[in-house]
């Protein structure tokens, strides 16, 4: 409807789009008019003015249980302080490695929800000076470089990655280091359990063996989860350290010189399966073919990658429907 279309072009439906943005907006004009009430009630009969006042402070004094209970943090964020150590010493292990790598933090978590709490945003980048790359909520980076990233990704929380595909992509990525998580809080978001991961790139070909912090403990959801894979999946409720860093072998920086080109024409997809299958050592310059007004110019030796990866897709908006379907909200369109 019109409506509709105004309200999505909006800049003010935009800010109110979620209840921590709207709720502020909301109580601030509750506020100025209980006060405007109040001042009106005054001017007209100062003892009633006097009585809806005080009604109005205790209205609020009992909207608020953090001023009797003592309570000022939601129970669901309420952990300690710093970080366990076994992130902290990880951390400093990062700090000491090549300054110009990245670290890929992977499987990709968009929020900070671990067994030793909930930080909301992502604890890493505040712990380590490193460079770091990970899936985010929002995409932090050029179209391509979060395509890839995206793509990679979307292979490893599908449990569909190929191991030979890791290392080449992580080269790509001027990636030295990868960081896994042992203790996400992984049926928050659903996202891949982390011992199934751990499995799956133990014996992953260029990348040396796990660096372990912290004592191996079982991933136990906080809420009992009875899936696929723990039904199906020998390695579920294998213990798995805290945080596990794998070196990546003869790694790129982020400023290097490329003595080969390869040019793709298709997705991020692509690549990874390019990597997959020997095509890709990681140590290319990687051009997409839109981005390019002459494939004429080109030197010697170019390789060619042309998939089929680069279809019109639109998970975020399939997942929606889904999750409408699931809550009785459909409608015929």
Not at 109 to 124: I, M, Y
């Amino acid at each position: 409807s019109p409506a509709a279309e105004a309200l999505r072009g909006s800049g003010l439906a935009l800010a109110l789009r979620s209840s921590t943005r709207a709720v502020p907006l909301v109580v601030l004009g509750l506020g100025l008019g209980a006060a405007a009430l109040v001042t009106a009630m005054q001017r007209h009969s100062p003892r009633r003015g006097r009585t809806v006042g005080i009604f109005v402070v205790v209205l609020i004094a009992a909207n608020l249980p953090s001023l009797w209970a003592a309570d000022l943090v939601d129970p669901a964020l309420a952990r300690d302080q710093d970080p366990p150590v076994e992130w902290i010493d990880a951390a400093h292990a990062l700090d000491a490695t090549d300054g110009t790598a990245r670290v890929l933090q992977i499987p990709g978590a968009e929020f900070g929800a671990c067994r030793w709490g909930d930080t909301v945003d992502p604890p890493l980048p505040g712990l380590t000076d490193k460079a770091l790359l990970t899936r985010d909520l929002l995409p932090l980076g050029s179209p391509q470089l979060m395509d890839l990233l995206f793509a990679l990704d979307d292979r490893v929380q599908s449990g569909q990655l190929d191991p030979a595909a890791l290392a080449p992509v992580a080269r790509l990525l001027a990636v030295d280091r990868i960081w896994v998580s042992g203790d996400i809080a992984f049926e928050r978001f659903r996202t891949i359990r982390p011992e199934l991961f751990a499995a799956l790139i133990a014996d992953a070909p260029g990348l040396a063996a796990p660096v372990a912090f912290g004592a191996p403990a079982t991933n136990t959801p906080d809420i009992p989860m009875i899936d696929e894979d723990a039904l199906g999946n020998p390695p579920v409720g294998t213990p798995i350290a805290p945080v596990q860093l794998l070196a990546v072998d003869d790694h790129t920086g982020l400023a290097r010189v490329a003595t080969r080109v390869v040019v793709l024409d298709g997705s991020g997809d692509g690549l990874v399966d390019a990597a997959a299958g020997g095509l890709l050592f990681g140590d290319a310059a990687v051009l997409y073919a839109n981005d390019l007004a002459e494939l004429s110019d080109l030197p010697a030796g170019t390789l060619y990658v042309v998939t089929d990866s680069n279809r019109r897709r639109a998970p975020r908006e399939r997942q929606h429907a889904l999750d409408r379907l699931v809550h009785g909200e459909h409608r015929e369109s």
